[in-house]
Structures are given as C-alpha cells and as structure tokens.
C-alpha cells in the first residue's frame, strides 16, 4: 500500500488576530492595513489606508456573505 504525505497549512488560532470594529474616526491601524489587504487579496475592493470606515465594513461584510452562502 502507498502513501503519500499531505501537507497541511494552519492557520494561527483565533486569539492572535485582534477584534477590529469600525472607527469613524481618522485613526489609522496597521491591523486594519492588514484586514485590508486579506480582502483585497480576495477581490474586494478596499483602500488599505488603515482606517476601518464604510467601505472596509462593507467588504467584511461582503466577504463574510460569499463564504456562508457557499455552504
């Protein structure tokens, strides 16, 4: 019989990625930057200025839709 090694990624468990909530404001985050990336890595559109606004939420909430209604 063969076998064959899989190779399995991980990702890190939930308590290293910080909670984001949306800021009116004009801070910046580089947590946020990061988010911003992840999602336009992913097709959707978002300036990674680092502030979590209308649009970044609107793409979370965006992202999160295509991947519950996938199931």
Aim: proline share 3%.
């Amino acid at each position: 019989m063969q076998t064959t090694n899989a190779i399995r990624i991980e990702l890190p468990s939930c308590r290293y990625f910080p909670l984001l909530k949306r800021n009116d404001a004009v801070t910046q985050n580089e947590d946020v930057r990061y988010l911003q990336r992840l999602l336009s890595a992913s097709g959707f559109s978002v300036n990674t200025d680092g502030v979590f606004g209308a649009k970044t939420q609107q793409a979370v909430i965006n992202f999160h839709s295509s991947k519950t209604n996938s199931c």
